[in-house]
């Protein structure tokens, strides 16, 4: 950002250092209203927290129908297994495995709300051996059947 000047053609003192400012404030602002909105995707700052777990967080994202083990997730983030578990629920918040079914289920409704594939080809998509399989973590995960869930959000669209 360029200077002001006071109208003698000479830059103000501070001008460069006000301007940061206020655009760190404009960002910081912008920022928490997209959070408060729900418009942020959840643990959307963890990518940056540990470069490391990044690596496994990313290859979850992805790849989320991968098989992903510890062990596989431990290898993307170049970490012992035991080392990389206890780093991931310290960074996350939660176990890898916890963090990869939300991951899924956050792709599953996705989905599910555009109506671009059955609950058979989610649940394939997304790593599920079978259909029922994927029902039953999606019902624990939202509270309904996948086939349920995608009536009521577009019955809720349409209205």
Same mark, same amino acid.
């Given at each position: 950002?360029?200077?002001?000047?006071?109208?003698?053609?000479?830059?103000?003192?501070?001008?460069?250092?006000?301007?940061?400012?206020?655009?760190?404030?404009?960002?910081?602002?912008?920022?928490?209203?997209?959070?408060?909105?729900?418009? @942020?995707?959840?643990?959307?700052?963890?990518?940056?927290?540990?470069?490391?777990?990044?690596?496994?967080?990313?290859?979850?994202?992805?790849?989320?129908?991968?098989?992903?083990?510890?062990?596989?997730? @431990?290898?993307?983030?170049?970490?012992? &297994?035991?080392?990389?578990?206890?780093?991931?629920? @310290?960074?996350?918040?939660?176990?890898?495995?916890?963090?990869? @079914?939300?991951? &899924?289920?956050?792709?599953?409704?996705?989905?599910?709300? &555009?109506?671009?594939?059955?609950?058979?080809?989610?649940? %394939?998509?997304?790593?599920?051996?079978?259909?029922?399989?994927?029902? &039953? %973590?999606?019902?624990?995960?939202?509270?309904?059947?996948?086939?349920?869930?995608?009536?009521?959000?577009?019955?809720?669209?349409?209205?």
């Amino acid at each position: 950002m360029g200077a002001v000047e006071d109208g003698s053609g000479r830059a103000r003192v501070g001008d460069s250092s006000v301007c940061a400012h206020i655009a760190t404030t404009i960002v910081a602002v912008a920022l928490r209203a997209w959070v408060q909105r729900g418009c @942020a995707p959840d643990d959307w700052l963890v990518r940056t927290h540990d470069p490391y777990v990044a690596l496994a967080l990313d290859a979850i994202h992805d790849e989320p129908g991968r098989a992903w083990t510890v062990g596989a997730l @431990a290898t993307v983030a170049t970490m012992s &297994r035991s080392v990389f578990a206890e780093r991931f629920r @310290a960074t996350v918040g939660r176990s890898p495995a916890n963090y990869l @079914a939300e991951v &899924r289920m956050a792709a599953a409704m996705g989905h599910l709300e &555009r109506g671009e594939l059955s609950v058979a080809e989610t649940a %394939a998509l997304l790593g599920y051996e079978s259909e029922a399989g994927f029902s &039953r %973590a999606f019902r624990r995960h939202v509270g309904l059947a996948p086939s349920a869930w995608r009536r009521e959000r577009t019955t809720v669209a349409s209205v």
